[in-house]
């Protein structure tokens, strides 16, 4: 099966070598060239062809993978991020790579291809918040409110997996996922009308930069709730862990988690 697998990137970092993955700058409207640092030519851009890329900011990877589904042809389409990617399967040799050498292989990713229909990241589990709670926490708990009445409005077929997915105390994060295009065409078409109209009703002006990507995080949100009709209806799992490229103060992270909770000291910069 040829698959390709969408790695959004805003900043110039290194990229595999993998011909599976296809390096695309997002939020390229307006920008110069990318470069990565062990190629000499540019990467793709998200402002070509039919696109989206001027939402960026509000939409973050979901620019790139409009790109991917309205202009790029496979067979299988996926979506990591330059700093994280999911994690290779044979660790048989038994030796040490850097992060960037330890990524899915493009072998590896068409044989789950073949076994499986859809691939996704491990679950993150929340522990002492849902889904739910967690986002008003951290963010504002009306985007997921009014994300619930537009899906009650357009596609009351899916409340019910909503109401359960906001009751979850895990989730497939990341927006990342690897899966036939079919099933790209069906999520992208279920997806980016729900966001058009969230993004219709509420906006955005009034939110710090960090804040105003909201679209992109409920989207990952919503990515559950299209996961879990999928699976009704009888479409395969596999579930991959991640690997990071760039560390992550996990420190700051917990700390910011349960100021969030507790004192209600929302999220204004990411880990």
Same mark, same amino acid.
């Given at each position: 099966m040829d698959c390709k697998?969408?790695? %959004?990137?805003? &900043? +110039?970092?290194?990229?595999?070598?993998?011909?599976? !993955?296809?390096? =695309?700058?997002?939020? *390229? *409207?307006? &920008?110069?060239?990318? @470069?990565?640092?062990n190629r000499k030519e540019p990467v793709a851009r998200d402002d070509t062809g039919e696109n989206i890329s001027e939402k960026n900011p509000s939409y973050c990877e979901?620019?790139?993978?409009?790109? %991917?589904?309205?202009? =790029?042809? *496979? #067979?299988?389409i996926g979506l990591v991020h !330059?700093?994280?990617y999911f994690e290779r399967q044979d660790f048989s040799d038994g030796l040490y790579h850097l992060p960037i050498d330890? /990524? =899915?292989? #493009? %072998?590896? *990713? #068409?044989?789950?291809?073949? $076994?499986y229909d859809i691939v996704v990241p491990k679950r993150q589990k929340y522990y002492i918040e849902t889904l739910y709670s967690h986002y008003a926490h951290t963010h504002y708990r009306e985007h997921l409110d009014v994300t619930r009445e537009i899906i009650r409005e357009q596609c009351p077929q899916y409340l019910d997996s909503c109401d359960r997915i906001y009751r979850q105390r895990y989730g497939h994060m990341f927006n990342m996922f690897l899966m $036939?295009? #079919?099933?790209?065409?069906? !999520?992208?078409?279920?997806?980016?009308p729900i966001l058009e109209e969230l993004e219709r009703r509420i906006g955005g002006e009034n939110l710090s930069a960090f804040?105003?990507?909201? !679209?992109?995080?409920?989207?990952? /949100?919503?990515?559950?709730?299209?996961?879990?009709?999928?699976?009704?209806?009888?479409?395969?799992v596999f579930e991959v862990a991640c690997i990071y490229i760039d560390k992550i103060n996990w420190r700051? &992270?917990? @700390? +910011?988690?349960?100021? %969030? &909770?507790f004192l209600g000291k929302k999220y204004e910069r990411s880990f």
């Open positions: 697998i969408i790695v %959004a990137m805003h &900043k +110039s970092c290194e990229v595999p070598v993998d011909p599976m !993955y296809f390096p =695309l700058q997002v939020g *390229a *409207a307006g &920008k110069d060239v990318l @470069i990565p640092l979901l620019t790139g993978l409009y790109w %991917a589904w309205k202009n =790029l042809q *496979a #067979e299988g !330059y700093r994280r330890d /990524i =899915l292989s #493009e %072998a590896e *990713a #068409e044989e789950l291809m073949e $076994r $036939r295009r #079919e099933l790209v065409d069906k !999520y992208c078409r279920w997806l980016f804040q105003g990507r909201l !679209y992109g995080r409920v989207s990952e /949100i919503l990515f559950n709730v299209w996961l879990e009709e999928e699976k009704k209806q009888g479409k395969t700051r &992270k917990i @700390i +910011s988690f349960l100021r %969030a &909770k």
